[in-house]
């Protein structure tokens, strides 16, 4: 049977530099979010694996091949994945207890407390976002503006877009129109340039917080209305309850809103609200993802002693070099749509999460 082989990766010390964001717009919410307190110990055969892997660069395309270390444990001395229900603890399905009976990742021998998730390509298939959720904004972007176009949360938005908008102009950014001044009374000119703006930035999938803002007030209105429903892989929902039964808080870090992922996250389609296994959200205000600094704040923000137990899931290659660099353990997430990684890019990689074990 073909399996997974591990890919090794060192992480290197923590970012010298120092981040101004402000790390309390972060923290969880505990009315919504709440958290199991158990502990968990290393397990022997977690560890066994995790030395017993051959460490080599593996290249990997679109369509990788994925073959057994011949140093691999044999599979008594695998850590199996359990799921809590009800209070009981049950094996997961034949099939998710096969692929994580072969888990080449273990974060209690790694000594993960936390493990901080992109959302597009990694929890959730690049097609929802690519042919769902901006299709949706960029039809709806008008309606929005037109509706709400009095209230102080718009006005700030509207802001925020103007500063971008003249950002853009003055370095020429193809798509980039300009509006009326702020004083102009003709709300609907102001609309029609903001809009334009908008669709340009999104057919472009520009990952700028002005846009990113807008987006989600927009697909609140289609949540809120039962048009769209979020999407998130079954292997990700059996992940996050299991790390939320074993005390390992889970966040998400993406380049959209904190809202956008709330929503996602909170209006499933196959499984309900998932927020109560999320911890926080971190969305752009606290830097780019592929700054290193932007992990570094994170790191502070969550409070643990070493970056390095803290582990990042991302299908962006920029993005766990970043995230690497600021000390983070990092996986890349390989699903279909994801796109290709660079030849000998040096990062350990998984196609499910239920190749992580606890």
Known sequence: ???????????????????????RSFLRDASIVPHHHTHHTSSSGCRSLIQGVSKVGLRYGSNPLLLRSSLAPPPSHHCFRRAPAGGRTVVVAAAAAAAAADS?????????RCVVVDIE?????????ADVLFPYARANARAHLAATYHTQQTREDVAL??????????EGVTGAVALPPPDDIDQDKTIDGLVAN?????DADRKL????????RVWRRGFESGEIKGEVYDDVVQALAEWDANGIKSYIYSSGSREAQRLIFGNTAAHGDLRRYLSAFFDTNVGGKKESRSYYEIWQTLGVDSPSQILFLTDVYQEATAA????????ISIRPGNAPLPEDHGFQTITSFAQIAT
């Open 104 to 112: 080449n990742y273990c974060l209690t021998a790694k000594d993960i």
């Open 324 to 331: 690497r660099d600021a000390g983070l353990e990092v996986l």
């Open 209 to 216: 917080t002005a846009l990113k803002q807008l987006q989600g």
């Open 1 to 23: 049977m073909l399996l997974p082989l591990v890919a090794s990766s060192s992480a290197s010390t923590a970012s010298a530099g120092f981040f101004s964001g402000s790390g």
């Open 161 to 170: 877009l103007r500063a971008q908008i003249d950002e853009d102009l003055a």
């Open 198 to 202: 908008v669709q340009a930035m999104i």
């Open 121 to 129: 390509g990694t929890t959730t298939p690049i097609s929802f976002v």
